[in-house]
């Protein structure tokens, strides 16, 4: 699979690649730079830099003796497209739930005297006892 094109999704799977994609967004940062922010070997770092590069999340470039790394936030927007086709079908669902609800409700609704008689207050006689 490492040779083969990473996608988007695979890409922002691990904590860490996410990590240094919130690291490097706004500025450019060497991938020692990248590396001091985290626990994990610097190869580990390279090879994270490596995975998000493949899919076109990270653009690296050479400047001398240092490879400075840039973020493209813009490639997320495969990420947003796909869940919001989803937010939708949920939403719609929601809705559809929401209505269904306060049919039921209204079905059961208790009805009180005032409703029964038109708003009038009906007294009824007491027989007595006597």
């Not at 626990?39 to 490596?50: F, L, M």
């Not at 936030?73 to 086709?85: C, H, M």
Request: hydrophobic fraction near 35%; aromatic fraction near 6%.
């Amino acid at each position: 699979m490492d040779n083969l094109r990473r996608d988007v999704f695979q890409a922002i799977a691990d904590p860490n690649r996410r990590a240094i994609i919130s690291l490097l967004a706004g500025k450019k940062l060497t991938i020692n730079e990248v590396a001091l922010n985290f626990e994990v070997s610097r190869p580990a770092v390279s090879k994270h830099i490596k995975i998000l590069t493949e899919c076109g999340l990270v653009v690296s470039t050479q400047v001398g003796t240092e490879k400075f790394c840039e973020v493209k936030l813009e490639k997320l927007t495969e990420v947003s497209d796909w869940v919001e086709q989803y937010r939708k079908y949920w939403t719609s669902q929601l809705d559809s739930l929401d209505e269904y609800l306060k049919k039921i409700q209204s079905k059961n609704k208790p009805v009180n005297k005032s409703e029964k008689t038109g708003g009038k207050n009906v007294r009824t006689k007491r027989k007595s006892g006597k």
